[in-house]
């Protein structure tokens, strides 16, 4: 659950600052090679097998230039990344509330859990082409389609994150007669954050895949669409320019969001040396 | 209710408590269970282990309310109640001192704990989280948020029987010194004599299955007359009033 960083929690008074420095690299390091290794390997295979549908990485990184200079790249990406954000928030918020209460009250739960059965297991392509028919080809569809795609994942994770609740820090807060707001931020909420986590990412994770059907299906901007444009132009570079392009920005908002948000959650756990 | 309801802080009159399992097996934890705490009063319940000290104490925290009878707690003014647990229960996520100020009622969070925190021997942990604290300390970090609300009734439930005996001793030192500075009415569980002798004015002495009141006994000595004489006389003395108990 917590990242596995080296580097803030080592207590770096004995080390000696350069060493330190190393450890702090290491996984830096690593990572950029092994990316490097991938790349290699990828330029090695189209070098050998060339065809128009296998563009090597050289192919791909002029295309994806072209497409920033023209701006096109980052209007799509922008597109993309608002859809994902919006319903990445509904489908929390929504799938939160519904999972706490299911694993709050168990006669609830036990009437509803055939209702989130239903819905992890109906297609995500046919929510999207149901809510496209009923609403019409708008972004509200294409959002709330995406949303109630994630949500029964969401109420499965938290209705975990529920039932494992400590009923003393309850307790403990009637006793002493905190708020409700007091209790959801400083009761309910510290308790279900590794549910939170985990619910989060493997959140942000299906809903850009989700994202990218909504906007093939019926959206006129996004990377969707201009992967699905890319493909009846049979272009493969352009296809897997757009797809680099938005895994880096995912790769950007868990280095540069998610991980410190969670370090910061998780600050607590530190141990005395 | 009765004019009298103001210097009798906490008044309990279980009637009943009944226990059932989901195999339909009931069990009567206590019945007829009748007993006051005076203003200002210390009183420990005294009684086995599992006999239903802790079932009454969370009858009277507001914890079960499947019970029948009543309990009256002081009406008026300040009606908050504080309670130290057999755990400490500190927010693990939350400071010694946010922990403290959090059982606080809003008006109050902001106001000045030094006093408290240094007659507790906090004063230095109060930026800790409670995973830093030895057992010791967080029972003290307890101790501070119970007293830091100026509970009307303040309610003990074994708060020292995880501890072993020397820790446990100096917290009952403590717990004098931060009770004589704020008094308060207090109702302690306990199944230890020794503990009840030494802190309390009043033992309520419970009988078992179910539980009610035995009997009572009065400890009048000023606390610091309490020394190992005085201590194996109170024993003695408990003794012969309850022969069989403790």
Same mark, same amino acid.
């Given at each position: 659950?917590?990242?596995?960083?080296?580097?803030?929690? @080592?207590?770096?008074?004995?080390?000696?600052?350069?060493? #330190?420095?190393? @450890? *702090?690299?290491?996984?830096?390091?690593?990572?950029?090679?092994?990316?490097?290794?991938?790349?290699?390997?990828?330029?090695?295979?189209?070098?050998?097998?060339? #065809?128009?549908?296998?563009?090597?990485?050289?192919?791909?990184?002029?295309?994806?230039?072209?497409?920033? *200079?023209?701006?096109?790249?980052?209007?799509?990406?922008?597109?993309?990344?608002?859809?994902?954000?919006? !319903?990445?928030?509904?489908?929390?918020? /929504?799938?939160?509330?519904?999972?706490?209460?299911?694993?709050?009250?168990?006669?609830?739960?036990?009437?509803?859990?055939?209702?989130?059965?239903?819905?992890?297991?109906?297609?995500?392509?046919?929510?999207?082409?149901?809510?496209?028919?009923?609403?019409?080809?708008?972004?509200?569809? *294409?959002?709330? !389609?995406?949303?109630?795609?994630?949500?029964?994942?969401?109420?499965?994770?938290?209705?975990?994150?529920?039932?494992?609740?400590?009923?003393?820090?309850?307790?403990?807060?009637?006793?002493?007669?905190?708020?409700?707001?007091?209790?959801?931020?400083?009761?309910?909420?510290?308790?279900?954050?590794?549910?939170?986590?985990?619910?989060?990412?493997?959140?942000?994770?299906?809903?850009?895949?989700? /994202?990218? /059907?909504?906007?093939?299906?019926?959206?006129?901007?996004?990377?969707?669409?201009?992967?699905?444009?890319?493909?009846?132009?049979?272009?493969?570079?352009?296809?897997?320019?757009?797809?680099?392009?938005?895994?880096? /920005?995912?790769?950007?908002?868990?280095?540069?969001?998610?991980?410190?948000?969670?370090?910061?959650?998780?600050?607590?756990?530190?141990?005395?040396? | 209710?009765?004019?009298?309801?103001?210097?009798?802080?906490?008044?309990?009159?279980?009637?009943?408590?009944?226990?059932? $399992?989901?195999?339909?097996?009931?069990?009567?934890?206590?019945?007829?269970?009748?007993?006051? %705490?005076?203003?200002?009063?210390?009183?420990?319940?005294?009684?086995?282990?599992?006999?239903?000290?802790?079932?009454?104490?969370?009858?009277?925290?507001?914890?079960?309310?499947?019970?029948?009878?009543?309990?009256?707690?002081?009406?008026?003014?300040?009606?908050?109640?504080?309670?130290?647990?057999?755990?400490?229960?500190?927010?693990?996520?939350?400071? %010694?001192?946010?922990? %403290?100020?959090?059982?606080?009622?809003? $008006?109050?969070?902001?106001?000045?704990?030094?006093?408290?925190?240094?007659?507790?021997?906090?004063?230095?942990?109060?930026?800790?989280?409670?995973?830093?604290?030895?057992?010791?300390?967080?029972?003290?970090?307890?101790?501070?948020?119970?007293?830091?609300?100026?509970?009307? %009734?303040?309610? +003990?439930?074994?708060?020292?029987? $995880?501890?072993?005996?020397?820790?446990?001793?100096?917290?009952?030192? +403590?717990?004098?010194?931060?009770?004589?500075?704020?008094?308060?009415?207090?109702?302690?569980?306990?199944?230890?004599?020794?503990?009840?002798?030494? +802190?309390?004015?009043?033992?309520?002495?419970?009988?078992?299955?179910?539980?009610?009141?035995?009997?009572?006994?009065?400890?009048?000595?000023?606390?610091?007359?309490?020394?190992?004489?005085?201590?194996?006389?109170?024993?003695?003395?408990?003794?012969?009033?309850?022969?069989?108990?403790?």
């Amino acid at each position: 659950m917590s990242a596995p960083d080296t580097g803030d929690r @080592t207590p770096g008074a004995a080390a000696g600052s350069q060493s #330190s420095l190393a @450890t *702090a690299l290491t996984p830096v390091l690593t990572v950029a090679v092994s990316l490097l290794g991938l790349c290699l390997l990828w330029g090695f295979a189209a070098n050998a097998w060339p #065809s128009r549908a296998f563009p090597g990485p050289g192919q791909v990184w002029q295309v994806l230039l072209a497409e920033a *200079a023209s701006g096109d790249l980052f209007y799509h990406l922008g597109a993309t990344l608002g859809r994902v954000a919006a !319903a990445y928030v509904i489908a929390m918020v /929504v799938g939160s509330v519904i999972g706490v209460l299911l694993g709050s009250y168990r006669n609830a739960d036990r009437f509803f859990n055939p209702w989130v059965i239903l819905f992890l297991n109906i297609p995500a392509l046919v929510v999207i082409v149901l809510a496209y028919i009923w609403f019409g080809l708008n972004e509200a569809a *294409a959002i709330g !389609a995406v949303a109630v795609n994630k949500i029964p994942n969401v109420v499965v994770t938290m209705r975990e994150g529920a039932r494992a609740l400590d009923p003393n820090y309850a307790e403990m807060a009637a006793v002493y007669r905190f708020g409700p707001l007091d209790r959801i931020r400083h009761v309910l909420l510290p308790q279900l954050q590794p549910y939170l986590a985990a619910a989060s990412r493997s959140g942000i994770a299906l809903i850009w895949k989700i /994202v990218l /059907v909504v906007e093939l299906l019926g959206r006129s901007n996004g990377v969707g669409f201009q992967i699905y444009l890319y493909f009846q132009l049979f272009d493969v570079a352009a296809i897997l320019a757009y797809t680099l392009a938005f895994v880096a /920005v995912m790769l950007v908002i868990e280095l540069l969001v998610v991980q410190p948000v969670e370090r910061h959650a998780t600050r607590w756990r530190r141990r005395p040396a | 209710m009765q004019p009298v309801g103001a210097a009798v802080p906490l008044r309990v009159d279980i009637a009943e408590k009944i226990f059932r $399992s989901a195999q339909g097996v009931s069990i009567t934890a206590l019945r007829d269970l009748s007993f006051e %705490v005076r203003q200002g009063e210390f009183a420990c319940l005294l009684g086995p282990s599992g006999c239903g000290k802790t079932t009454t104490l969370r009858i009277l925290l507001g914890l079960d309310k499947d019970f029948s009878g009543s309990f009256q707690l002081p009406e008026g003014g300040s009606n908050r109640i504080a309670a130290v647990f057999q755990e400490p229960i500190l927010l693990p996520w939350r400071t %010694v001192e946010q922990n %403290v100020r959090l059982a606080l009622p809003k $008006s109050l969070r902001t106001k000045n704990l030094d006093g408290l925190f240094d007659t507790l021997g906090l004063a230095g942990m109060r930026s800790l989280y409670p995973a830093e604290l030895s057992l010791g300390l967080a029972r003290r970090a307890a101790l501070a948020r119970a007293f830091a609300t100026e509970p009307a %009734v303040l309610f +003990l439930d074994e708060p020292f029987a $995880s501890l072993d005996e020397r820790t446990a001793e100096r917290l009952r030192h +403590l717990l004098l010194t931060v009770w004589s500075a704020r008094p308060t009415t207090a109702l302690m569980v306990t199944h230890n004599l020794r503990e009840a002798l030494m +802190l309390s004015d009043r033992i309520i002495v419970l009988a078992q299955r179910p539980a009610h009141v035995l009997g009572m006994f009065d400890v009048r000595l000023p606390r610091h007359y309490r020394n190992t004489q005085v201590m194996s006389d109170l024993l003695r003395s408990f003794h012969q009033k309850f022969p069989g108990v403790a």
